[in-house]
């Protein structure tokens, strides 16, 4: 290994991540999100690829394809080996509206079968909890409370919050339970909704890792067709940004998706940066650009093109 990608410790848990994550939302095909198939054994073989690379992180969800996700990135795993050094983290999902305790346990239990990992799970969040009831999901022998039993028991290491809208996010954080953060979409080149939220969490000693960082695909799109940020229509003002940080970018002798993504990675604040791959040949120039030497005269531009606050996902007055 060249050593290009920083390792980086996880708040307090003692787990050490590479700056870059495979973020492995692809591997399973996910075509209403991403707008292209995958086939099973690209994504084994990428996976292979992931663990021989420098990449030492990669993040998956119970939910992700129905499953397919963990069970692709298993047989890679049973067939290539697990190096010592790669962490495998993974998300507990809703089945439909059922988010209650017991649905929970089935998730780990699935995503353990799936995986195939020795001893207790590395790190699972609580995935996307602002899509269901506050209060169900923190009732006594509800959602949290059994992630935190699993916890308590041994199965999982430690317990994660992966969520969207920030207001939720805080509601969750709040309840001090949570080892790590995993925020998306909110701490971008043209979108800072979720720097309160960061700050708070690193307070608490707190583990921050981000995702998203293209806005799903609108930030590595050189053709200028993308009209979507974090998976709904981009303001305006926010797709003018977006026109003219690539002009820039051009005219600093780089690229959009290099500068999004050595944005987030260049931050200290983030564990590592979570980057859906779903082409071998991705692997390689995301680890350079993870760790590219961009001029100052770039950050300072790029700074004084981002959109005002009224057009970030989750702006409140």
Request: aromatic share 6%; hydrophobic share 40%.
């Amino acid at each position: 290994m060249s050593g290009r990608l920083p390792d980086r410790e996880l708040g307090s848990t003692g787990l050490v991540l590479s700056s870059v994550t495979l973020g492995g939302g692809p591997l399973g095909s996910m075509l209403e999100n991403f707008g292209y198939e995958v086939a099973e054994e690209q994504a084994i073989e990428l996976v292979g690829d992931v663990l021989r690379s420098e990449i030492r992180t990669i993040d998956t969800a119970n939910g992700y394809s129905a499953g397919r996700s963990e069970r692709r990135i298993g047989t890679a795993i049973a067939r290539f080996g697990l190096p010592d050094d790669v962490v495998v983290v993974t998300k507990v999902d809703a089945d439909g509206r059922d988010y209650s305790g017991d649905r929970v346990r089935a998730s780990l239990r699935e995503s353990r079968e799936r995986l195939g990992l020795p001893g207790p799970l590395p790190l699972v969040h609580l995935h996307d909890p602002e899509f269901h009831d506050f209060a169900d999901l923190t009732a006594l022998g509800g959602a949290v409370d059994a992630l935190v039993e699993a916890r308590e028991s041994g199965a999982v290491s430690h317990i994660g919050l992966a969520g969207g809208r920030v207001q939720d996010m805080r509601r969750y954080l709040d309840l001090g339970v949570f080892d790590v953060l995993l925020v998306h979409n909110r701490w971008t080149l043209v979108d800072r909704s979720g720097g309160d939220l960061i700050d708070d969490a690193l307070e608490r000693g707190v583990g921050v890792v981000n995702a998203a960082v293209f806005g799903g695909g609108i930030l590595a799109d050189d053709s200028g067709r993308a009209t979507g940020y974090g998976y709904r229509p981009a303001p305006p003002a926010t797709l003018k940004a977006i026109t003219a940080m690539r002009d820039a970018c051009t005219r600093w002798s780089t690229d959009l998706r290099t500068a999004a993504l050595r944005f987030s990675t260049r931050d200290p604040r983030f564990a590592s940066t979570i980057v859906g791959i779903s082409k071998p040949e991705r692997v390689e120039p995301t680890i350079a650009a993870a760790s590219a030497d961009l001029p100052d005269g770039l950050w300072e531009e790029l700074e004084s093109l981002l959109p005002p606050r009224a057009h970030w996902l989750d702006y409140r007055d």
